[in-house]
């Protein structure tokens, strides 16, 4: 029989049996952990997870932009021997490219000799041992990245790549923001370094982030960066989506992984149900990996905690005893006078509940010490000053002393609207090692001591008791949480005001203009009706308004000047978010606006 | 007589009398005083510098760049209502040229009802109400520029301004990076909001920044602006060059004030003679006039100082007296059993030559205090943790305390080879509202204690005893001064080894090829000799440049994300340099270099 003749039995050969024959082109796609300014050990990763690629039979395998260097490596991309490691690894990996193809991403210096030379985040596609382009240079760059780099003004050239015994038309993204694509390749692939965030607006759910015309390989990396105040999560959360937007397959978020897809036509492979995951565990996955990332980053493996019987730090509690163990998380309960026996009880049953060690500090005594000394050199202290004095006794003295004596930090608990107008001590509340809570609302640290309760330890740790309690800093009978009495900040409405001036840069001008229209609730997205509740006359919304964009440009710019590094989950945490100490400044618009509501002029 | 005839006397009417009969050009040029983020004041100022300029018969007057909004306000910059505020001060300056060109720098947004549309850095000219061209965008944006403006991409258009009876076409430069310009012009004009730095290295002489081919009227603003934790002050500096790039008028440095010249020819002034200034002099100038500028600016009249009978401490007292009046400034020396009797008198001493109001607060039992409540839990307090306890005992209890008491703040006296390496205490002596310091390395703070002495004061108020006395933390008894004892730092060489770790990016690889060569005293700057008088042994030398390079990665970093707000004297302050908590790392070759000369493998 001519088996030329016989075209079904062909065809059926060329669409099965063949590629079977043969193999399926394979991709190996690394969700790699990059250590940011250690370019040394990122290199070692890649050489064994390249190894690891071409003993499954890989064509290829893709690492992540910057893989090499990382990216938040500060003024080190100034430095012309890191430079130089960086591209010395990249001759390494170049050279272990036998029999695969390899793609990763690293600084590209068009001149290493030259200290002034252009420096480009590039990508290099490599193949036994050989360059097979020239690198390519990121398009556009964002942010921090302008300070280091050239960018290149076009988006890099699609590159032709054979994969088993077909060559496939590859497109290249590189990063967050890229020129239309028009033309046809066979796949794309997204070389990306970009943090973990939960209110970012291009994420179409937990990771997973572009819907695009085309197959795509997104290729990130996990671990933590930080820019020194801030530090960010990267969740990887690498993928294989078809070109209708659908994934075909995925590496779970922050696992350190490789991930291999095999294929002929990417969209003939059948879609994935993704798993719904909630806001509140999207959070706390990207907390505690952070936590425990960045504990193991700077060598600390015990901690201590305040525990004031309030919510911020009992979930601070219950994370970092999910993270280290009970037994290398310390408690510290430390009363004032002002302290009721209701908190002290609370705390001391966390404890209990989470098994840790547990110490109960008094400071009154120090405290009255410390009035004593200044009022016989004839200092008055008012009563304010004395809350302050409080605060500071518990962190800078106690706290301090403690967790120095142990080996490990003290935590900062300090949630993002207290952060925003100022409402913690410097060098008291507002310190700490890290701020694990700053960039979470209110409202987002009770979902999370839910969560914890009823997810993570599937039992009451956090007590009810903490989660029922009025929110209270208990520095004063001002503040006394039998009576109901509490902080000055109404969370249900305050969490939303503040979310629009610091995440989205909005104004008292937008904020009254909104009032008057009565559109304010539906915009900053707190409950319909709270406004009114809370401010009966317009004479009583701008009073609070103004006081607190006084306080979020006032001392709450100086106190997050010295404030603990902090765990962004957000695109705009405080640090990341540039802040200047330049006063309280209101538009002309502003007082307009204000005048026609109150009749004044 | 026909007067058409008589050419010699035609030309001589030319020449002289006819230019004073109808008045020589005059440009004003406004050395303002900019308040970032304030752009309603700004423009008040702007209005009245135009009013004042036309009184006095200009035929234009220029302000500086971005002279309405400020330039370090942050993400202002990205919020609707400032910049339409902005955009409408813009008109209210344009309106008020009637008879006067002016030029001023402001956002440009292409269309200010689009909150996406493009925003430049612009310079604007109107005469009569109109706007003389359209904004002239800046051509390359610098760092932080580039987050929130679009760059032009080409020079800005020359401009053809016409100046008493004549024409002149006029050569725009934005900035301090710009294209060559080759085309001759009749002047150029250099618009800047550059702040002051000591070390510049485009800096010609105290502020006078140019030599070019052209003269150049060059203006600047004063004042002082931030981007949170690096203060920054501006001198303004603003002057005339002829273009063989000598000064032929200046405004003083750091001064808010018009100047006007009047010429036909820039060129046929007759150039000045610049008085030299010494570089302490030029610190001096910058940190007493940003102290006293932030001071103003924050709304605080009162500092407390805790004073150690050391050198930082004594600087630190004496330039806040100056600035605020002994009466505004409370000194605090607060001993322990660590502390000499040689350095609590030295401190009397030196709060008696300023007339300061004098503090004696012992700390002693509140630090045994603390001891003993760990110690009573079971928890082994080790001398090293004493010591901490005792520098956040002063801080944090009783200095933070007298100045909440007072109403005012207390100040940070770190000095930069302490930042460098985190050789302080957090919430000890590196607490504070300000690091007024924090930018100079320990022999510029000695430098300045003498100028102090013989300039300032004019006698000896810093007592000879604490500039000659070895510099000490005295928190333990291998500190005692009497003994000799002292601070771990080798100042004359760790100042310049710590300047090229932190000014320029060098790292041990760079510092071991240079030791090895027998070049390393030269490329940082110290005396040659201190390092073999310092260390006799490659190892030692090693192991001293180990020990601070990861310190300065290490616990440096973490202690400067937590420092207070530093006032910059270089170009180069922490703070303004970008730097993440990566931990330590050498380069393969640093290792290479350590085995060729510790002969290990």
Redesign the interface.
Known sequence: MNLLFDRSRLRHYNKKNFKEAIGLPKIAYAQMKV????P?ANTKKILQFIDESRSKGADMVIFPELAVP?R?????F?????L??CI?CGKEIIAASKSITVAFGNVHVKDPKDSDSPIYNSIFFAKNRKLLCEPLCKEWLI??E??YFYHSGCPPLPISIKLGRKNYSVGIIMGRYYSRYSAQKDFYINFLAEPFCQSSRYQKDYGFKYKVNFPIIYVGCVGI?????T?YTFDGANAVFNSRGEIVQYAEPFADCLNIIEFDEIDEIPALEIPEVSETEKIYRAISYGVKTFLE??GMSKVVIGVSGGIDSAVAAAIYTKVLGAENVVLVNMPSVFNSATTKNLSEQLAKNLGCKY?V?PIQ??VD???K??EE?G????S??KE??QA??R????L???A???GGGFTCNANKAESTVGYAT???DE?G?LSALADLWKFQVYNLARYLNEKIFCREVIPQGIIDIVPSAELSTAQNVDEGKGDPLKYPYHDYLFRAFAED???P??ILRWYANGELEKNIGCEVGLVEKYFPTSEDFIADLERWWKQFNGMG??K??????ILAVTNSPYGG???????V?F????FELKRKLTGTC
Not at 35 to 38: C, E, K, L, S
Not at 379 to 382: D, P, R
Not at 395 to 398: E, G, L, V
């Open positions: 250590v940011a300014g250690h040394d990382g938040m490596v500060g003024e080190n100034w430095a012309q021997p890191f130089l490691e010395s942010l921090d302008e300070k960066q930080n820019t020194g105040k530090i980053q700077i110490y500090v005594e120090s010490w410390t009035v000394q200044l050199r200092i008055a202290v008012s304010f000053v302050n004095i500071r006794d962190s800078s003295r106690i301090a002393a403690i120095a004596s142990l410097l060098y008291g310190a090692f840069n909005q104004t001008e937008d710019v100086a997050r000047i010295q404030s603990p590094p978010r540039a802040e200047s100490q330049n006063g400044h538009t002309e618009k502003y």
